[in-house]
């Protein structure tokens, strides 16, 4: 059953490709310890990979990735990195299907309930955090 209280993880990542399995490993046990096994941890594994593969691909800088459980059930799932360049708006999933690259952002498209992105500056320093939400029903 999942938890009624409200949790939230940041895991800090350097700008690696590798932080993006490392990050879908992080998620899963999150979600595995919280007792949310359920058909959401495979989207939400799928939602923080993109986020974070753009984040270090389309950036120099390191990147983090957020998780927050809101019961009764919305787990939002972000990526922030420190370009505060806006991302590019993503075209439908049919659209890029056969398309070697550009599939990121359609994949949230179509698997989260709903998402988007919003600049941020703190201490000088400027990014964007790029969020989406799945419920877990």
Same mark, same amino acid.
């Given at each position: ?49 993109? @986020? ?33 360049? /806006? /991302?590019?708006? /993503? ?5 890029? @299907?056969? $398309? ?9 498209? $179509?698997?989260?309930?709903? !998402?988007? !992105? ?20």
């Amino acid at each position: 059953m999942p938890e009624s209280e409200p949790w939230e993880y940041s895991l800090h990542i350097p700008n690696d490709v590798r932080a993006v399995t490392v990050s879908r490993r992080t998620l899963r046990l999150i979600l595995t310890v919280h007792g949310l096994i359920t058909p959401l941890v495979d989207v939400a594994e799928l939602l923080a990979a993109e @986020l974070v593969a753009n984040a270090v691909r389309h950036t120099k800088g390191p990147a983090a990735l957020r998780v927050r459980w809101s019961p009764p059930g919305t787990l939002r799932i972000g990526a922030w990195d420190a370009d505060p360049s /806006p /991302p590019q708006p /993503p075209q439908t999933l049919a659209a890029v @299907l056969e $398309a070697e690259d550009g599939r990121g952002l359609a994949l949230v498209r $179509a698997c989260a309930d709903v !998402w988007g !992105w919003q600049p941020l500056a703190r201490d000088g320093s400027r990014g964007k955090f790029v969020w989406c939400e799945v419920g877990a029903a």
